[in-house]
């Protein structure tokens, strides 16, 4: 069965950073791409970023880059958002998902239950 289960968000303050952790399991992690998606309140799906299976290719949202890295260790089935520079506009649920190949294509076909981003002074 697979498992992604989120954690590591919380409330921040405006300039802060949290480190988001996504364990996976009931998958080969190492075989797939990741992604991390995001749903503000009273807000649709955004995506925020993705990583490929290897860890050598990444992409970011125009509105988290250069504030927000992924990244991914294999070998603990743990994916990561470092996220910096925290504004009131990045309050959210933060989703990992599974993305269905070694690049991400978009829409994963697993996703975690999600963790609560809170950015506020």
């Known amino acids: 069965e697979v498992q992604l289960v989120e954690s590591g968000g919380g409330l921040v303050q405006p300039g802060g950073s949290l480190r988001l952790s996504c364990a996976a399991s009931?998958?080969?992690?190492?075989?797939?791409?990741m992604s991390w998606v995001r749903q503000a309140p009273g807000k649709g799906l955004e995506w925020v970023s993705a990583?490929?299976?290897?860890?050598?290719?990444?992409g970011y949202a125009d509105s988290v880059k250069g504030r927000f890295t992924i990244s991914r260790d294999n070998a603990k089935n743990t994916l990561y958002l470092q996220m910096n520079s925290l504004k009131p506009d990045d309050t959210a649920v933060y989703y990992c998902a599974k993305g269905m190949g070694g690049s991400w294509s978009g829409g994963g076909d697993y996703w975690g239950q999600g963790t609560q981003v809170t950015v506020s002074s």
């Open positions: 009931g998958f080969t992690f190492s075989s797939y791409a």
């Open positions: 990583i490929n299976n290897a860890g050598g290719s990444t």
